[in-house]
């Protein structure tokens, strides 16, 4: 089955790129099958971000927050002997 692909190029420090390597060879994978999967690993991460941060933005539409104050003094009191229960809205 043919996949449709595209070559990117990137211009990354030695250090990075002998670290790819090495770890290519110990996978027994080529260079490529690493990045690919570092790629996809990052794109995953910066989707999840994303979708995360528009669900916050949603959130704080709809008046769904929390005081500062209030989070701050429980974060506070959490070292001490008598910790707050967390503050809900």
Do not use: C
Not at 39 to 48: G, N, Y
């Amino acid at each position: 089955m043919a996949t449709d692909t595209k070559v990117l190029t990137a211009h990354v420090p030695l250090g990075l790129a002998d670290k790819v390597d090495a770890m290519a060879a110990r996978l027994e994978r080529s260079r490529g099958w690493v990045m690919k999967q570092a790629l996809a690993a990052w794109v995953d991460l910066e989707e999840e971000r994303h979708r995360m941060t528009l669900e916050a933005l949603a959130d704080v539409d709809a008046g769904r927050v929390i005081d500062h104050r209030a989070i701050q003094a429980w974060a506070d009191s959490l070292g001490t002997d008598r910790p707050l229960p967390p503050p809900v809205q």
